[in-house]
Structures are given as C-alpha cells and as structure tokens.
C-alpha cells in the first residue's frame, strides 16, 4: 500500500453475512486500479459476524476495519469513515455489492480529467439475493439533467459514487439527523451550493436487491431534505417534485413496486 491513497473506499456494514462480505471484499481486492484503501466501518452486533469481518479485513493491507464503540446509524458510520480517509477521492460502497473490476480507475481517470466535477455516479446493475442480474438501472449524464432529475427523484445511485474530497470539507459530510435519505440530503444541500456532478452511462457495480419495498420513514424524510433545501431556483420542478413523493409515500406497496419494474429499471439486454 502506498503512503498516499488516491481512494478511501467507505464500506458500512452490520451483520453482513461472511460469504457475501467475502465476495464485496474480493471485488475490490480485484480492481484494475490499487493506489486505494478501504475503511470498512463494522456495526455488527452479532460477535461471530463481527470476528468473520476483522478476519476478511486482515486479508488486504490496503483494508482498515473501523469499530465504532456505539450504534452510530449509516449516515454516522459514513462520517466516521470520511474522518479517517487519506485519500482525494472517496468511494462509496456496501458490504453486499459487487464492484466491476474497472470501477475505481474508470472514475478516477473521469475526475483526473473533468476538474470541473465534485461528485461522480455511474448505471449499476440490480442483482438478486442469489447474485443474478435481473435489471439495469440508468441515471442521467450531465450536470443539468441531473439537476432537474433531482427534483423529482434522486439521480444517484449512493454505492456507485465518487466524491472529491475537497468538496465534502467545504460544505459538509453527511447530516447524521437522517436515518434514512441521507445521501438525498447530501445532494440535494452540495447541488444549492453549486457543486458539479456527473455520472458515467456505463453499470460500474452489481446492486443487491431482494426488496424494492421502503419504510415510510424513508418517504418522511425524503420530504423532509427536500423541503428543507427549496430554494427559489427550479421552483416549479421542486414543488412538483414534492407533490410527486407525497403521492407516491401514499401510494400502495404493491402499486408502488409494479410501477418502479415497469418504469425505473431498463431490462439487461441480451447478449448474442
């Protein structure tokens, strides 16, 4: 590991189950790109799960496990693990995903070479519990369409981001006040604050997703980021963006996930 990282991957996790914690860990282990190191923040509760993460960390040089001494939540763990990063960049990601082994230098090279951009997103695949991809979820490319985007829904996937980590000690990390919608509101306050994002239109990461189901806690504090970051820019599309998650927080679950696989996922196509 060099002295410098160029990445500080944050890695939250709790009670991940070994075997698929090794596959996240290997996955990153595998990355085309090696100037980086990963703070696995560790919320278990269960002491074996917690061991079996310690011992996967041990396996890499470049891996640091962080082992908070409270429940600290996902904003808070995200916080810590940005309080111990060296690196310029910071990557998220989740104990349960899958990294393409091109992730980490197909986004540094676009940072390296768009100075002008502070946050970096790219399309993932959604991947089942057994790890078949099902889906394919695609987010707009530039600055102002992800501007508008935002608006109405987030136009991020969280665990496929990089962040300047210039940008972050300016305005602030994540508000640790939100339970849930954290990167939302983390958006949401760097977009009024005139930070520039991208996103990349290649899948740069395997989504794992048994549930589209949300709590209504997440819908509350959807709203909640959103009304406490109106500002008159975009007025119409915010209020309608509004309107639109109250509506949808009160629409049927079962409504609601045959409306997310009809119009939010792009089928994967098939290869010839």
């Not at 996790?13 to 596959?23: H, I, V």
């Amino acid at each position: 590991m060099t002295d410098q990282p160029m990445v500080s991957v944050i890695v939250p996790t709790f009670n991940e189950p070994p075997g698929r914690l090794a596959l996240s860990f290997e996955s990153l282990i595998a990355q085309t790109y090696a100037n980086f190191e990963v703070l696995v923040v560790d919320e278990s509760t269960d002491p074996i799960l917690a061991e079996a993460c310690d011992t996967l960390c041990r396996r890499d040089a470049r891996f640091r496990r962080l082992r908070p001494p409270r429940r600290l939540g996902l904003a808070g763990s995200l916080n810590l693990g940005l309080s111990e990063a060296r690196g310029p960049y910071i990557a998220r990601f989740d104990g349960d995903d899958l990294c393409h082994p091109e992730r980490l230098e197909a986004q540094v090279r676009f940072l390296d070479s768009h100075l002008d951009v502070d946050l970096l997103g790219s399309a993932m695949e959604i991947i089942d519990a057994d790890g078949a991809v099902h889906a394919l979820r695609r987010y707009p490319l530039t600055h102002d369409a992800i501007a508008l985007r935002m608006q109405f829904t987030n136009a991020f996937a969280h665990p496929t981001m990089m962040m300047r980590q210039s940008v972050l000690g300016r305005h602030g990390a994540y508000d640790a006040s939100f339970d849930c919608a954290e990167d939302l509101e983390l958006w949401l306050r760097l977009l009024g604050l005139g930070a520039r994002f991208a996103n990349l239109s290649e899948p740069l990461l395997r989504y794992r997703q048994v549930s589209s189901d949300r709590h209504a806690q997440n819908w509350r504090q959807n709203l909640r980021a959103r009304t406490r970051h109106l500002s008159p820019k975009l007025l119409p599309a915010r209020l309608m963006g509004l309107a639109i998650v109250a509506l949808w927080a009160l629409t049927p679950p079962p409504l609601r996930r045959a409306i997310y696989r009809l119009s939010i996922l792009t089928r994967p196509r098939k290869t010839q």
